[in-house]
């Protein structure tokens, strides 16, 4: 019976079906409409029966039957299916009011299941849509910033669920964040901004709980928009470039397709189920067997670089021939592409994946390791022209046997990955993400065996180009670390070798760091490679430096006369330079010498541009920089491991301005000799603290600096002393207590000379045991520093040795002799301003011919006057990288003496 015959029968049977048909009809309808056309359709059947309806839907569905009804019975299951689809199709006429068809009916009977990927996405759209309402509303009647705010925290909360997902997936896309997201972050912080902005001119202000849920918004944003700023910023520059990335690095995992392709043979009675094929990406089948390796390396090379490639599939493709590859030749085929794929992977995005990372830095370690291990075969950039569909053995010719090379770039890979693991550095942030910064920093040592190992294999191959450019990659590592530091990657790079040896530098062998980098920087200084030698004299110099040689980093400097050239050399040769430079006038301090440490930093120090001189951070000057150049400085930025502490060389630097400005400011006569001051950045501070009515406890490095300044020059050496030695940021040298007693020393005899120019006019003797007394000095060094000043006419007074006091001699100069001594003086600088305008017109940069005899005369001349060398110029726009750090004075005397 059908079911409309069900409905119109008696019994209690037939009235519980019915009723229960009732409600299910109601429950899909939900309608009166729907109610009053089921009491029409009962009262239909009790007139006329329901013969009517099962004849019309009969012949109705004979016209839909599929195969299923032709393998069933005729008589029996025809009339069974005829009742179902009658059962359907009238339900259908009365939920809807008119027919449809059985395809349709099933589509809306089905139920849409989401996995938690694709609700979370849904979450985040929802939050994204209202929040564009509350946003357009914000300027209307309603203020919705209460919903914005109370929406972004659940964006927020959806896209921390998002990268913990990422973490786990298979292959993480990192920095991969939806560009609906970005956009929503630009778009509301553009709208908070202008309705700040709006409402600090407002007549009547907004009211309390939208200003809170607004002051919210803004500081949430703040705090995201600093740390997604790397992907903001990628975002910002091509919107449409980085959706086109997210979308091909976020496609789902393709599974192979695995088909069974029915063969003409009939099955073999070991249990021959046919051939199963791989279907990859478009129907393409992939051959992924020893026989097939090549074509599908074929297929793979041609469809790279091609816009919409799956990078990721690439990768499986590759790795799934790496493992069924069987011979050499294949394996070092497969490895030549695998690397590449994984180094092009994510190129819109600030660097690869981590994990990707680790796997293609140890799949390099396995190529270089099979190379080594089958001499008959060799990787080169330059090869004779061979069939690559076709695996190759070595052959044996005339009775010599024959090498297989293969076209690819061993040292083009290496310096990819070299640069991909800098590129992570760069772009996790060690002081937010301290733990995550470390685990990244420990791949160095194994990376660095992975480069040793392949400068054992450039050398026996006699690839001298590429054996410079892996020395030079070993110096980038280790010419900045510290000695334990360089012990511990020699260690793991002799265990990684292991019984390979390098001529260059035998692994058996035990040296110092020091010994190694001389090693390196030695075998650099003999190829012909300019910027490669140039580079490796730069490491030399950071390293001498850093372990306080300040003598032998000297040397090598001007023996170089990089600072005649550096003007013209590239933008990372001139940071090298700068970088050089600073680790050499920290070393100068380190040893005592002031002079030459207040000389050396006095360039950089003289502008407000250390960090972007020493490429530890982007500087905004108003907004000056595009787009494209400010990527372009973020690319050249180091890592935070390599930062040079800016605090420590602005307090070695103040320091040495102190010991030596405070004892020529007590000896100026008139005010013109006062302003003229070599070190205008240190003036400046002790003119801001002397207007300053009250001066607090110092806090800073520089507060310390200027306090001893003012206690030194009021004859206090023992506040001055206290408070220099008290600096923090001394701990962070090596031979902190030999710098400490140094420095202590030198306060005593500034305070010395200081005291003698000041009160000289005041006395007619003075005795040296006296002077010995009040400033803790011995009296042969008091002696040696009296008559070092009187030598240079820096005191007009005489010495009995036999009474052991000074007498000074009163000259009173004209009125004539002071206007000819200031005449003098402006000639001087006349002559000095002159100089540096034709070394500007003629590119020098103050290092010109006559350099040397400039120098020769440019230390501590005769009088009070000092001339400090001559200085150069910043390049390019004002934000150029090197410096002439005044060595044309200070080293070029010491040169010309030698």
């Not at 209690?12 to 009053?36: K, L, V």
């Not at 088909?259 to 046919?274: C, I, L, V």
């Not at 726009?877 to 010309?896: C, E, K, N």
Request: net charge negative; proline share 3%.
């Amino acid at each position: 019976m059908s079911f409309f015959a069900k409905l119109g029968s008696s019994g209690s049977d037939t009235s519980d079906s019915g009723s229960d048909s009732e409600e299910s009809i109601r429950s899909g309808s939900e309608g009166e409409e729907q109610d009053r056309k089921l009491a029409a359709a009962k009262k239909e059947k009790k007139k006329h029966g329901a013969s009517m309806f099962l004849k019309s839907d009969a012949e109705d569905s004979d016209d839909s039957s599929d195969e299923e009804e032709e393998e069933m019975s005729e008589d029996e299951d025809e009339d069974d299916d005829d009742d179902d689809d009658d059962r359907g199709n009238l339900a259908n006429q009365f939920l809807k009011g008119a027919a449809s068809s059985e395809e349709e009916s099933e589509e809306e009977d089905k139920t849409v299941v989401l996995s938690a990927k694709d609700k979370r996405f849904a979450e985040m759209e929802t939050s994204i849509s209202k929040i564009q309402n509350a946003i357009k509303n914000a300027d209307g009647a309603r203020n919705d910033w209460v919903l914005a705010a109370s929406e972004l925290d659940k964006l927020i909360r959806f896209i921390t669920r998002h990268q913990t997902s990422m973490i786990s997936s298979p292959i993480p896309p990192a920095g991969h964040f939806p560009p609906a997201f970005l956009a929503c972050l630009v778009e509301l912080n553009d709208a908070v901004n202008e309705t700040i902005t709006a409402e600090k001119t407002a007549s009547k202000k907004m009211p309390v709980p939208k200003a809170k849920a607004l002051s919210a918004i803004r500081q949430t944003l703040k705090k995201k928009m600093k740390e997604f700023e790397i992907v903001l910023t990628t975002y910002q520059e091509d919107p449409t470039a980085y959706a086109s990335a997210y979308d091909v690095a976020n496609v789902a995992p393709a599974v192979p397709k695995v088909s069974r392709k029915t063969t003409a043979t009939a099955p073999t009675e070991e249990g021959d189920e046919g051939d199963f094929q791989t279907i990859g990406k478009g129907g393409k089948t992939l051959n992924l067997t020893p026989e097939g390796v090549f074509k599908t390396l074929k297929d793979i090379a041609e469809q790279r670089g091609k816009k919409n490639t799956d990078r990721a599939e690439t990768i499986r493709i590759l790795t799934k021939l790496l493992e069924v590859s069987v011979t050499t030749y294949q394996k070092i085929r497969v490895y030549l592409s695998l690397l590449p794929a994984r180094l092009d992977y994510s190129q819109h995005l600030p660097s690869i994946p981590h994990d990707s990372w680790i796997s293609c830095r140890q799949e390099y370690d396995d190529l270089i390791s099979l190379l080594l291990k089958e001499s008959d075969y060799m990787v080169a950039e330059v090869v004779p022209e061979y069939d690559d569909m076709v695996d190759r053995e070595p052959e044996e010719v005339d009775g010599q046997k024959q090498r297989v090379i293969v076209a690819g770039s061993l040292i083009g890979t290496l310096e990819g990955l070299d640069n991909e693991f800098t590129k992570t550095l760069q772009h996790t942030d060690a002081q937010e993400k301290g733990a995550e910064y470390i685990e990244r920093l420990k791949e160095e040592a194994p990376l660095y065996a992975t480069i040793c190992k392949a400068q054992v294999l450039f050398e026996r191959e006699n690839m001298s180009d590429q054996t410079a450019r892996a020395v030079m990659r070993r110096l980038e590592h280790v010419h900045a670390k510290p000695d334990i530091i360089i012990d511990h990657f020699e260690q793991r790079a002799i265990s990684a070798i292991g019984s390979y040896t390098s001529s260059l530098t035998p692994f058996t062998d035990k040296r110092s760091p020091a010994a190694l980098i001389h090693t390196l920087c030695v075998y650099i200084y003999s190829i012909e490679s300019t910027l490669l030698r140039t580079r490796a004299i730069l490491f030399h110099i950071f390293n001498r430096g850093m372990h306080g040689e300040y003598h032998q980093a000297r040397d090598l400097l001007l023996m170089s006369h990089i600072q005649d050239t550096v003007q013209q050399a590239d933008v990372t040769t001139q940071i090298l330079y700068n970088r050089a430079v600073m680790q050499l006038g920290l070393a100068a301090f380190r040893q005592g010498l002031v002079e030459e440490c207040r000389t050396i930093l006095q360039e950089i120090f003289s502008t407000q541009k250390q960090k972007e001189l020493l490429a530890q951070a982007v500087q905004r000057y108003n907004n000056l920089l595009t787009p494209d150049q400010e990527s372009k400085e973020k690319r050249r930025l180091l890592p935070f491991h390599l930062h040079l502490n800016l605090e420590l060389l602005e307090a070695a630097y103040l320091t040495s301005c102190m010991l030596i400005e405070i004892p020529l400011l007590a000896n100026a006569q008139t005010e013109e000799q006062r302003r003229r001051v070599a070190s205008k950045t240190f003036k400046r501070h002790l003119d801001m603290a002397e207007r300053q009515a009250f001066m607090g406890p110092p806090e800073h490095t520089r507060d310390h600096v200027v306090k001893a300044a003012k206690a030194l020059e009021a004859g206090d050496w023992e506040r001055a002393k206290e408070l220099i030695l008290s600096i923090k940021v001394w701990s962070l040298l090596d031979n902190v207590d030999e710098v400490k007693a140094t420095l202590a020393i030198k306060v005593q005899e500034e305070a010395l000379r200081t005291y003698l120019f000041t009160y000289s006019a005041h006395y007619a003797s003075l005795s040296l045991s006296a002077l010995a007394t009040t400033f803790d000095l011995p009296l042969a060094r008091v002696q040696t520093i009296v008559s070092r000043m009187i030598y240079n006419d820096e005191l007009q007074a005489s010495l009995d040795a036999i009474d052991s006091v000074i007498v000074f001699q009163r000259i009173e100069t004209t009125e004539v002799q002071k206007l000819a001594q200031q005449l003098a003086d402006r000639a001087v600088a006349m002559l000095e301003t002159n100089e540096k305008t034709l070394d500007q017109k003629l590119g020098q940069g103050g290092q010109g011919v006559d350099r040397e005899s400039r120098g020769a005369t440019g230390g501590e001349g005769k009088g009070t006057e000092r001339r400090q060398g001559q200085r150069g110029t910043y390049r390019g726009r004002g934000r150029g990288r090197g410096f002439q750090s005044g060595l044309g004075g200070a080293m070029g005397q010491r040169r010309v003496a030698a």
